[in-house]
């Protein structure tokens, strides 16, 4: 991947709406500062202290959306499923708590499936890498970051700060 595919994969991260997959449902728009709504919900969900936010799909910023033709992007979503059952069973090797989370795009065409699991942020830039993923978002229990794994790039909070 070129360094102008990059730059464009790296500046649509901040525009991600979190979804967590729990009942009832729970949202937080990365594009908005953490509010007392926001810090509520994510202490419903048990995530009051720092924790990522981490996929395994589409490793090196490779979406299945991407691909040339029905039947690659087929493909693209079984080894998906692959990968995230793969971040599943590592988690739970290694006995890390984690709530199910789904990275969406504002107008919900896109969407990425995640964990949002309690792990301190060099173990969790590891986890990423170790899935060859860009980047991973953090929160430090204040606000969100969009922390580089496999980029050159500096950790940036989200959204950004005015």
Known sequence: MGDADVDE????????????????????DLRRPVDADARAELARLGLDAP???VTAENPEGDNAEDEGSEREARREEARNDHRTGGLLQELERRRVSFVRVDGVS?????RER???ARLTRPDAVAL???FAQLALFWFD???FWLMPAEVDREPRPVPARR
């Open 114 to 116: 995640c964990v949002a």
């Open 128 to 130: 990423a890498r170790d």
């Open 9 to 28: 994969k790296w500046s649509h991260y901040p525009e991600t709406v979190l979804e967590f997959c729990v009942d009832p449902p729970a949202r937080v």
């Open 51 to 53: 924790f990522a936010v």
């Open 106 to 110: 504002p107008d919900g065409r896109y």
């Open 141 to 143: 229990g204040d606000r």
